[in-house]
């Protein structure tokens, strides 16, 4: 597993830092967003250590179908399903990208707007 010891989010992986977990497994995990945007926010996370979207290799094209699987299966448990939800990954400086370790937004329980800010 890929950890960079400086990293907020692999420090939540590797337990040292706490976080609200609402899955877990080998390879994956998620989060209650600490700074929430909606009603829910969840944050899902590779516990391996890729810092943006640009950076996933060709050999882990996987990784973003197991990372939506984990999502569709939140939202559903969120209540989510019928109303709908939103999911936003930021990548870079110009997308808003604040924690360079990947991860995914689900945002739901409130009508969002577009265009996003
Ligand atoms: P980004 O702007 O990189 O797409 O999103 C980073 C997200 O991580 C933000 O929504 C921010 O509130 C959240 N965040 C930053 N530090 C922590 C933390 O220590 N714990 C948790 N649970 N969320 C964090
Ligand atoms: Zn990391």
């Known amino acids: 597993m890929n950890r960079d010891p400086g990293c907020i989010f692999c420090r939540i992986a590797s337990k040292e830092v706490g976080a609200k977990i609402?899955?877990?497994?080998?390879?994956?995990?998620?989060?209650?967003?600490?700074?929430?945007?909606?009603?829910?926010?969840?944050?899902?996370?590779?516990?391996?250590?890729?810092?943006?979207?640009?950076?996933?290799?060709?050999?882990?094209?996987?990784?973003?179908?197991?990372?939506?699987?984990v999502i569709k299966r939140l939202a559903k448990d969120r209540g989510l399903s019928e109303k709908g939800y939103r999911v936003v990954v930021n990548c870079g400086p110009a997308g808003g990208q604040t924690v360079y370790h990947l991860h995914l937004h689900l945002l739901g329980g409130r009508n969002m707007k577009w265009p996003p800010g």
């Not at 829910?40 to 590779?46: C, G, K, N, Y």
């Open 22 to 69: 609402v899955y877990e497994d080998e390879k994956i995990m998620a989060v209650e967003d600490v700074n929430p945007q909606a009603p829910v926010h969840l944050l899902v996370i590779p516990k391996s250590h890729i810092p943006t979207l640009q950076d996933i290799g060709d050999e882990e094209s996987g990784l973003m179908d197991t990372l939506f699987q």
